[in-house]
């Protein structure tokens, strides 16, 4: 084709961008279009730039430039690079022009968000990370954990994605590489266990209770104590208040008592016996149990030990070695329990009644054994009330006898 005469061919300089980013939404196109000694090509004339098969139209300005804007949010990387074709018509002075070049986009560097509940390490599973930069409508799936800058809990800087691994139908797109991002550590909830003995108390002090859910290594402390559903024995009662608990040690920090959970066992109270009884010859307490507490109802209770005939009697406290014949009672009876129940008894010196005869001897005294039925004692004497006088009449209780006259 002849070139007419008296007409500059211009040329195509400065086009831009050679690459962009995956996911940029809006992208301009600029060049300029050179007159090369023919002078400037008139302000308004069109070039007509194509990207991916769309054509937009671009008005030369002042310096020869032009520039328009396209939508590329759905460039892809693996259909790049991506060809840009520029085109002049041309005029009287200047002959038609064109050229090419090439777009690229490059995969976006992922940015991550998450939180996590504090478990001791430090690192984030994939599970509980979003990428934050993601294009609307893209399928993009993360496995694997990143590495964070602490185990402890705040805002912690994810340090390593090597463990992290990119999926879904819009994974080529994205990369690892040059990502970042940052996972929030939060509180973890304590769980609290334990169990008390009966104490009438419808709460449970922090000596007995563990925290079930502390992580291993950690040094966690509890002080002052929390409300539980009821004060009785049996199944485990709730902790339904933990108002009154602190939670202390290095490790505090990494817990909280918002939104903690918990139970206590409640076990029942050995009673702890105490009595008293006079001297029968038995080894056995019939009696109310007495511990303070709770009344139990009318049974016997085995004593440590039992006096023989003949021996002698001493006030003494007795061990109670058997329960068996004993019975709690009462409305509260199921908070108590003769498991491992303890006690004694004192058993008090019995005091004897006498009784006997003797013919009258003129002395208010009787020299024989005490005999009261119970218990043989030494040969002693015996102060009788009252002594007859010389030549006073002795009279015996009970019916008189007469004699005959001879």
């Known amino acids: 084709m002849t070139q007419p005469s008296g007409q500059t061919t211009p040329t195509f300089s400065n086009l831009y961008p050679p690459s962009i980013t995956y996911g940029t939404a809006t992208q301009t196109i600029s060049g300029q279009l050179n007159g090369n000694g023919g002078g400037s090509i ?5 070039v007509v730039v194509t990207l991916n098969g769309v054509p937009q139209n671009a008005m030369l300005t002042t310096s020869d430039a032009f520039s328009t804007s396209f939508n590329t949010a759905m460039l892809s990387v693996s259909s790049s690079p991506y060809t840009i074709s520029f085109s002049y018509a041309g005029n009287a002075n200047f002959t038609s022009a064109s050229a090419s070049s090439n777009l690229t986009v490059h995969a976006l560097a992922v940015t991550l968000t998450g939180s996590e509940t504090y478990n001791g390490s430090a690192s984030a599973a994939a599970g509980v990370l979003t990428v934050s930069n993601k294009v609307n409508g893209d399928t993009l799936t993360l496995s ?3 590495a964070l800058a602490s185990a402890n809990v705040g805002a912690e800087t994810i340090t390593s994605f ?7 139908s819009s994974a080529s797109n994205y990369t690892l590489t040059g990502a970042t991002g940052s996972a929030t550590v939060n509180a973890l909830a304590v769980t609290l266990t334990g169990s008390e003995t009966y104490n009438g108390s419808a709460s449970a002090a922090a000596g007995v209770l563990t925290v079930s859910n502390k992580v291993n290594g950690d040094t966690l402390t509890l002080s002052g104590s929390v409300t539980l559903a009821s004060a009785n024995a049996g199944a485990e009662e709730t902790i339904t208040s933990f108002a009154g608990l602190t939670l202390g040690g290095s490790s505090a920090s990494n817990y909280t008592l918002t939104g903690a959970t918990g139970s206590a066992t409640v076990n029942a109270l050995a009673v702890t016996l105490t009595g008293s009884e006079t001297y029968n010859g038995s080894a056995s307490a019939p009696g109310r149990c007495s511990d303070g507490v709770q009344q139990g109802q009318w049974r016997h209770a085995h004593l440590v030990g039992k006096r ?10 007795e061990t109670i070695k058997s329960f068996a014949g004993l019975t709690l009672g009462g409305s509260s009876a199921s908070n108590y329990t003769l498991t491992g129940a303890t006690g004694s008894v004192t058993v008090n010196a019995l005091a004897v009644t006498l009784t006997g005869s003797e013919t009258y001897n003129g002395s208010a005294q009787r020299r024989g ?4 039925g119970v218990q043989q004692g030494q040969r002693r004497h015996a102060d009788l009330v009252g002594k007859r006088h010389p030549g006073q009449r002795q009279r015996r209780r009970g019916k008189r006898s007469r004699r005959s006259p001879a």
Not at 162 to 168: C, E
Request: proline content about 7%; charged content about 30%.
């Open 144 to 146: 694997g954990s990143v």
């Open 42 to 46: 008139p302000q308004g004339e069109i």
């Open 162 to 168: 090597a463990g992290l691994t990119l999926g879904g």
């Open 369 to 372: 054994r005490r005999s009261d």
């Open 308 to 317: 023989r005939p003949g021996q002698r009697q001493r006030r003494a406290a």
